[in-house]
């Protein structure tokens, strides 16, 4: 199963005149942050469509830009450094498990 296969079946997925609504932003807006890479909406007939997750991220730019006065070159580190630490705090829980597992063996 791709994971265009699993997003479809599991989130419900907005059009971008929706998901313009729900951010409080311009469509294109939304085809800007696509372009710059910070969401990648799936695509439904050739139509762009985001699930709950891009419509988050999508806030999360919003209060960035709107609320802090962050440009989007500062977006696009503040997200990769979000991104990193998503995937360290994953890397963590691992190697945490390991050394519990491990550790309650030697017992």
């Known amino acids: 199963m791709t994971r265009q296969d699993k997003r479809e079946r599991e989130e419900p997925l907005f059009f971008i005149g929706m998901a313009a609504k729900i951010t409080k932003c311009h469509p294109?807006?939304?085809?800007?942050?696509?372009?710059?890479?910070?969401?990648?909406?799936?695509?439904?007939?050739?139509?762009?469509?985001?699930?709950?997750?891009?419509?988050?991220?999508?806030?999360?730019?919003?209060?960035?830009?709107?609320?802090?006065?962050?440009?989007?070159?500062g977006v696009e580190i503040i997200l990769n450094l979000m991104e990193r630490i998503r995937e360290l705090e994953k890397e963590f829980e691992k190697e945490s498990t390991i050394i519990f597992e491990e550790g309650s063996e030697q017992e």
Do not use: C, W
């Open 28 to 73: 294109h807006t939304l085809r800007l942050y696509e372009q710059m890479g910070f969401v990648k909406p799936l695509r439904k007939g050739g139509k762009r469509v985001y699930s709950f997750q891009d419509i988050a991220r999508i806030k999360v730019i919003r209060t960035l830009t709107q609320e802090f006065g962050v440009n989007l070159a």
